[in-house]
């Protein structure tokens, strides 16, 4: 069953720091172009960073320096490491491939207070 699910949002304060992770089942993540997305509350779902099986990122500029991408293949997962984290970046997060994209998860809610 191909399968995502998204963890690792919770509520932070400004300049703090969260790890999220994806856990892709069905297929395998370092073969696809892994791709992070946020809604915001009241907003459409805008495009974070992806991850391109060669290991190339690359990153929306109002994240750009502070999150990084990463797979690990061994769990079949990919992460977002958000660091320097603002009120803005609140929102929930979701996790999915390019192009051929599966159902989407539950998302994971990640809340920045100032």
């Known amino acids: 069953q191909v399968q995502l699910v998204e963890s690792g949002g919770d509520l932070v304060q400004a300049g703090g720091s969260l790890r999220l992770s994806c856990a892709a089942s069905?297929?395998?993540?370092?073969?696809?172009?892994m791709v992070w997305y946020r809604q915001a509350p009241g907003k459409q779902r805008e495009f974070i960073a992806h991850?391109?099986?060669?290991?190339?990122?690359a990153y929306a500029d109002s994240v750009e320096g502070r999150f990084t991408i990463s797979r690990d293949n061994a769990k079949n997962t990919v992460d977002l490491q958000m660091n320097s984290l603002k009120p803005e970046d609140t929102g929930v997060y979701y996790c999915?491939?390019?192009?051929?994209?599966?159902?989407w998860g539950p998302g994971t809610q990640v809340t920045v207070s100032s």
């Open positions: 991850l391109i099986p060669n290991g190339v990122p």
């Open positions: 069905g297929f395998i993540v370092k073969t696809n172009v």
């Open positions: 999915n491939r390019v192009p051929n994209a599966v159902s």
